[in-house]
């Protein structure tokens, strides 16, 4: 797949740093789009539809191979919170394993916050997500936890829902 197939797909947004990709720019520009595999090929992820994403040559090249983080919404004000992304990937390893994502304030943020993970989860790497919420006796704060049947396909992006909370942070 090359870069103007994803940027018809998905549009033609960076999918790291949210940014607009002008598909008129030369390849070589530093703005350029490039496809980025999500799971980087170098630990095993695929050259397939699912695991591509449109992304400036500049970030992907910044990027190199690490892992993309998923952080949660600040909308959600989690008390308590690994990476959603390093979740995920620990779930899908662990079929039918399950976790604590993150700790939020009140039941009700904590749906919200269940139900948008679930939806990210999906749209990432596809599978049989489901989130919980349960209380963990300090005030009113309820823990999400995650799990997931099956996983191995990495399904198609919803692009417009999965941007909003998305943030890249590069690690060294
Ligand atoms: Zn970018």
């Given amino acids: 797949m090359k870069a103007r197939q994803l940027g018809e797909r998905d549009g033609w947004t960076c999918w790291l740093c949210g940014g607009a990709i002008d598909p008129a720019l030369p390849p070589a520009s530093r703005f350029a789009g490039t496809v980025d595999h999500v799971v980087p090929r170098s630990r095993g992820g695929r050259t397939e539809g699912g695991n591509l994403r449109l992304a400036h040559r500049t970030c992907n090249g910044h990027r190199a191979d690490t892992l993309p983080e998923l952080w949660w919404p600040e909308e959600f004000a989690a008390l308590d919170a690994s ?87 590069s690690r060294r």
């Fill in 83 to 169: 990476s959603l992304w390093t979740t995920i990937a620990r779930l899908v390893r662990r079929p039918g394993s399950s976790e604590l994502a993150a700790v939020f304030p009140t039941e009700a943020l904590a749906r919200r916050a269940s139900a948008w993970a679930v939806e990210q989860a999906c749209s990432f790497v596809g599978g049989d997500w489901m989130g919980w919420v349960e209380p963990v006796n300090v005030g009113h704060a309820c823990a999400v936890h995650l799990s997931v049947e099956g996983g191995s396909d990495p399904g198609r992006p919803k692009v417009a829902d999965a941007r909003a909370g998305r943030r890249y942070r």
